[in-house]
């Protein structure tokens, strides 16, 4: 059996960026965590580290145990001021300010997503998503819109696109204002392994997509 992570690689794993499960430590750390199956090294350039489904569920059984905080679902998550990466889900007060470096990032992370469903498939494949994102469904959709170039909205709720949670078991709403940008994200998401459909809220009669991740 092999034995509980140290306090050390603990604090790593626990540090891990909460959308991609990138890791940021010193080489014998990221290289134990390698050796404990709770890590892999990405092969391509700049190789960075990440947390495997096993590392992640140490690092979620932590979040588990820890005080919880007052929850507004209705609220958009903002980007992290500590450098963490977010995917913007649309609306937030606070963005990522756009440019190459964050251009970088978005890129990094969604290469580390496709190498999380990789690495969590008996088959290697990443055409469908993985458990992570079926757990993290309004960040994986984001990331998705915003690794393929799909510009998310203001704070105020201008063009581009809002993702939201709904009561529906894994899946989430797509808002956007223009038809033409709703069928693109909703074309981005199909080919990115999820499946989405577009419906009108009942009250309202806004067009919104529907979507949930492919499990075939």
Not at 2 to 31: E, H, K, M, S, Y
Not at 34 to 41: P, Q, S
């Amino acid at each position: 059996m092999t034995p509980p992570p140290t306090a050390a690689q603990r604090r790593v794993i626990d540090a891990a960026d909460p959308v991609t499960g990138r890791l940021r430590g010193t080489r014998p750390q990221l290289a134990a965590l390698v050796k404990r199956g709770l890590a892999f090294r990405h092969p391509r350039p700049p190789h960075d580290h990440f947390l495997t489904s096993a590392g992640h569920r140490i690092r979620e059984t932590a979040e588990e145990r820890a005080p919880a905080e007052p929850e507004e679902p209705t609220e958009p998550e903002a980007p992290s001021a500590a450098g963490v990466f977010s995917a913007r889900v649309g609306g937030e007060e606070r963005v990522a300010r756009d440019g190459p470096a964050r251009a970088r990032e978005v890129h990094s992370a969604w290469q580390g997503l496709l190498e999380l469903r990789r690495m969590t498939r008996p088959d290697g494949s990443v055409e469908r998503p993985c458990g992570w994102e079926r757990a993290h469904l309004v960040q994986a959709a984001a990331l998705a819109l915003e690794a393929a170039g799909h510009r998310p909205a203001g704070p105020k709720g201008a063009d581009g696109y809002r993702v939201r949670a709904t009561a529906q078991p894994e899946a989430v709403a797509v808002y956007a204002p223009a038809a033409e940008e709703r069928r693109a994200c909703g074309a981005t998401l199909e080919r990115a392994g999820w499946q989405a459909g577009e419906y009108a809220e009942p009250r309202t009669g806004t067009r919104y997509l529907l979507a949930s991740p492919r499990r075939t």
